[in-house]
């Protein structure tokens, strides 16, 4: 048997193909060009908002100075005789957010190893949804909830010395603490489940328990991973705004006590926001010079955050 | 490589497995092609005629690592090729050169020269797309789209601009190509991944011929088979062969012995000095010659099964 | 501690001081339980907050839980007032956020995972770039939207500028979502597209996004969600202003739920605060809707590779 035989139907005739383009494919060209754009479109944000903030923040530091800015104990940018120490606002931003943490850690990192290594699937894939919608809920009912409940509830339970004030930092920041939780706890889980198994198995094949393998082996192993966890949590904490505007009042304090009513640096934006600040007068400037230090401490979070998580990444992945 | 003409040399059904002359190369008896080849049936001239695709030392680089070195390869026309060795010889890089998949993988360089249809495969004028319309992949994990049969065979012909006469016709006619057709003719709007793997390698295969290409290549088709399916899509690629070229990539010797005309063995050797591994080619022939009687020590010691 | 006999992988807590004759559960030590019981407890204080919150909000706002609600404008007297400018405000506001995210949030997407180069220094830098975007706080996009879009391009405080600034809060969220999707699906797909001729994008348009629509989608409403929850920077572009009217077009002055809400809470009076329960039940009741949607669309579409 030949093969000329079978040759009749089928294949491509020796000699007539050509492996030149037929035509200039222009429009991959022009949509890559596009898709291209939309990507920029991120970079040209962090432009947008570096340019909107520093052209208000050079011209108010032309008026102020930035040492008594940063080492100013008195906040009254609105005032007839006007004060820009910032300080007030920094201690307000501090005591809300550690208030936060010392909820937010223990609930988060509690929840996440369960959900990393107790829960069943099945277990799992209720939780995590629920988790989800925590996370979900709009900050301003989170801010009402404080205002309306916590506070009442602190002030109905409270057992020594003074209760705290109507205005609070306790409350904002418990609710805060709340609200983050499952920031901590999807980060660090995402940063446990990536542990590998053979670690933990070598961890069970000693003879540990559940508890110690989770606690002296994955805690160790995921340890960037829950740091950068924690990390982010701090800057949302830091960089939000309507619990605080509605829960921890607009008195610019330089105190430590959280009983007492405080206003952050995003509250006095928010609040300043609504006063609506004729464009250009000292008092639009300082939205502007205060949100500069809010960018650039959140910003300082993030880059850690984001560096630890690549860390964490490219031991594991 | 051996290059020496020998028109006299017709081959003759005594390429048949002679074991007792030979001595060497069978210690399997498994391998002793009682499933009749196509090897064994059809007549395979010692050099392939009118090649399809000629590679000159061409090598493979990722980067700075060179994959795969010293190629020298024709492949015949309507022939069944198998390229074959232990893992990391290169050979699953080798093909993904014939179609330029490889320039998908960052850093991937071809050196020498790949001459298909007398151009250069990587002439700078050449366009990867248009040659992957004229050879066609087949992969080694059964990859249909999400999509329903019909349209997994129509996506060849609608991207590639073809306009048939009548799509139904093309459709049946790649699935009837690729011996699917009675399987699944009163399904054409089901999901693909409804089928079992032999059927949706076989799809894959439809899929591929349903843009009429030249050349097809296959990487270890059926790596991820039963032997019932392995089977069907081999019978189905000496069927093949009568309209396409086929290369094919495997693992498998017993494989390569039943449905290859001819067969390139490939192994990988360290760098004395870098210790870093090569591909290389060691030996290429008709298929019954190289496994009856292997030229290289190398391929002797792989069929025989004593590495890879 | 024991030992080579144990293969006690399935309840470690055993393996735990045993004996080498003793392998007999129920010798748990006293930690183990604690923590256990640490770890129920976190998950129970934060599903207790939730319930507590979701509670509250219903009992306080129940007498106000009515359709006045949202068929009557805001009024400075309690028992006359509604959100229905808010809650069209809202509708109108995210549907247009909606309507700029998608096409940009997707287009960056499948630029970063089908075309950017990773080795390149300014492919990576939008990487990193929208990796910092996601965290940065949503004020900080009110003070964008204040300084460049109301007052640099002179919009002012109107329906396209809050839809501008809440499309640029929310892109970095959708953008890794949609990456996410785009990724889940696997290379042979996309080999054995290119194996058959096609380009780059046809096989991006008719093979990757068709199959990583779900996931898209499930990232979308979920983004979409937070950008109706959104009130601080909303604060900053004018959206607390008293407005008994419905929006019109994009250039109507506009308020939002939130804003609303938020409104009502920093009012004196009890009537106030019930209207504000009864409408961020409103907002929850939406939320609880898109989350539902965007589980439903992920477990039910979304295909296992």
Redesign the interface.
């Known amino acids: 048997m030949t093969r000329a035989e079978s040759t009749a139907a089928g294949g491509v005739a020796a000699g007539s193909v050509s492996l030149r383009r037929p035509r200039p494919r222009y429009g991959e060209a022009v949509i890559r060009g596009a898709l291209f754009a939309a990507a920029l479109l991120s970079v040209a944000t962090t432009v947008g908002i570096v340019v909107a903030l520093i052209v208000p923040t050079v011209e108010f530091f032309a008026e102020v100075s930035v040492l008594d800015f940063l080492t100013g104990t008195e906040w009254a940018p609105l005032f007839a005789r006007p004060k820009f120490g910032v300080l007030p606002l920094l201690v307000g931003t501090l005591v809300v957010t550690v208030v936060a943490l010392i909820v937010a850690i223990p609930l988060g990192l509690g929840a996440a190893t369960f959900l990393s290594e107790y829960a069943t699937d099945r277990v799992r894939r209720v939780l995590k949804p629920v988790l989800e919608v925590l996370a979900g809920i709009p900050t301003v009912v989170y801010g009402f909830f404080a205002l309306t409940f916590v506070t009442p509830l602190l002030q109905d339970i409270w057992l020594f010395g003074d209760p705290p004030e109507g205005f609070n930092a306790l409350s904002a920041g418990i609710v805060m603490g709340i609200m983050i939780v499952p920031t901590v706890a999807s980060l660090s889980e995402d940063a446990m489940s990536a542990v590998p198994a053979d670690l933990k198995a070598g961890g069970y094949a000693l003879g540990s328990s559940k508890r110690q393998v989770a606690t002296r082996v994955t805690f160790p192993a995921a340890l960037s991973g829950i740091v950068a966890a924690i990390v982010l949590a701090i800057s949302r904490a830091v960089g939000e705004t309507m619990i605080v505007l509605v829960a921890a009042g607009g008195t610019p304090n330089l105190s430590a006590d959280p009983r007492e009513a405080m206003q952050t640096m995003t509250a006095f934006i928010g609040a300043a926001g609504i006063g609506d600040q004729p464009v250009g007068s000292i008092g639009y400037k300082t939205i502007f010079a205060v949100g500069s230090l809010l960018f650039v401490i959140t910003l300082v979070m993030n880059a850690v955050s984001i560096r630890l998580v690549r860390k964490f990444r490219e031991v594991y992945e | 490589m051996d290059n020496s003409p020998s028109a006299d040399d017709a081959p003759t059904s005594a390429d048949a497995p002679q074991p007792a002359a030979t001595g060497s190369g069978l210690a399997d008896p498994a391998l002793h092609l009682d499933t009749p080849t196509r090897a064994g049936?059809?007549?395979i001239p010692e050099q392939p005629k009118?090649p399809?695709m000629l590679l000159r030392d061409v090598a493979v680089y990722y980067g700075g690592f060179r994959a795969v070195k010293d190629v020298n390869l024709d492949f015949g026309?309507?022939e069944i090729t198998a390229l074959i060795g232990p893992s990391g010889c290169g050979k699953s890089t080798v093909l993904r050169c014939l179609?330029r998949?490889n320039d998908?993988v960052?850093g991937a360089r071809v050196a020498g020269s790949i001459t298909?249809?007398?151009?250069d495969?990587y002439?700078p004028?050449?366009?990867p797309?248009?040659?992957?319309?004229?050879i066609?992949?087949v992969?080694q994990?059964p990859?249909?789209?999400?999509k329903s049969i019909y349209d997994n065979i129509a996506?060849?012909p609608r991207?590639?601009g073809m306009k048939p006469g009548s799509m139904d016709e093309l459709v049946e006619q790649a699935l009837r190509g690729a011996a699917l057709w009675d399987e699944v003719k009163d399904k054409l709007k089901q999901n693909a991944y409804s089928l079992s793997g032999g059927q949706q390698q076989r799809l894959?295969i439809a899929?591929?011929?349903a843009?009429?290409?030249?050349v097809i290549l296959m990487d270890e088709p059926c790596s991820a088979l039963d032997p019932i399916a392995t089977a069907r899509i081999e019978d189905l690629m000496i069927e093949l062969a009568?309209?396409?070229?086929i290369i094919i990539v495997t693992h498998n010797m017993q494989q390569a012995a039943r449905v290859a005309d001819r067969t390139a063995f490939f192994t990988a050797e360290a760098d004395a000095t870098t210790g870093e591994r090569t591909g290389l080619l060691v030996e290429y022939d008709r298929t019954g010659a190289m496994f009856h009687n292997p030229r290289d020590r190398r391929t002797e010691d792989y069929i025989s099964g004593r590495f890879g | 501690m024991s030992t080579t006999q144990t293969t006690g992988v399935e309840d470690p807590a055993v393996a735990e001081a045993t004996s080498h004759a003793d392998l007999t559960a129920g010798q748990r030590s006293i930690k183990d339980v604690l923590f256990y019981v640490g770890m129920l407890a976190s998950l129970g204080i934060a599903f207790t907050a939730l319930v507590a919150l979701i509670a509250l909000m219903l009992v306080q706002g129940w007498p106000r839980l009515n359709l006045d609600l949202i068929t009557h404008f805001p009024s400075s007297i309690p028992a006359r007032a509604g959100a229905e400018s808010a809650v069209l405000g809202s509708i109108w506001v995210v549907g247009f956020t909606a309507l700029f995210t998608i096409p940009l949030g997707v287009a960056a997407a499948v630029y970063l995972e089908e075309f950017a180069d990773k080795q390149r220094w300014y492919n990576r830098l939008i990487e990193l770039n929208i990796q910092n975007l996601a965290a940065v706080p949503s004020i900080v996009y009110g003070i964008l939207g204040l300084g460049l879009i109301v007052q640099a391009a002179g919009l002012g405080q109107v329906v396209l500028a809050a839809s501008l600034t809440l499309t640029l809060l929310v892109l970095p969220t959708v953008i890794i979502a949609a990456r996410e999707a785009i990724r889940a699906v696997p290379d042979s797909i996309r080999a054995g597209s290119l194996a058959l001729g096609a380009t780059q994008w046809q096989t991006v348009w008719r093979q990757v996004l068709p199959a990583s629509v779900p996931g898209i989608a499930t990232g979308v409403i979920l983004a979409l969600s937070r950008a109706i929850g959104e009130a601080a920077p909303l604060v900053l572009l004018g959206g607390l202003t008293f407005i008994q009217f419905n929006p019109s077009g994009l250039d109507s002055p506009f308020t939002v739920l939130p804003i609303q809400i938020f409104n009502w809470v920093s009012r004196p009076q009890d009537e106030f605060e019930v209207l504000a329960a009864a409408a961020g039940v409103v907002l929850l009741v939406i939320l609880l809707a898109m989350n539902s949607i965007a589980i439903l669309v992920r477990n039910r579409f979304q295909r296992r590779w």
């Open positions: 049936r059809r007549e009118d399809v026309r309507r179609n998949m998908l960052r298909y249809h007398d151009q495969l002439g004028k050449v366009d797309i248009v040659v992957r319309r004229s066609g992949m992969f994990k990859n249909p789209f999400p996506y060849g991207v590639t894959c899929r591929c011929i843009v009429n290409p030249d009568d309209r396409y070229t």
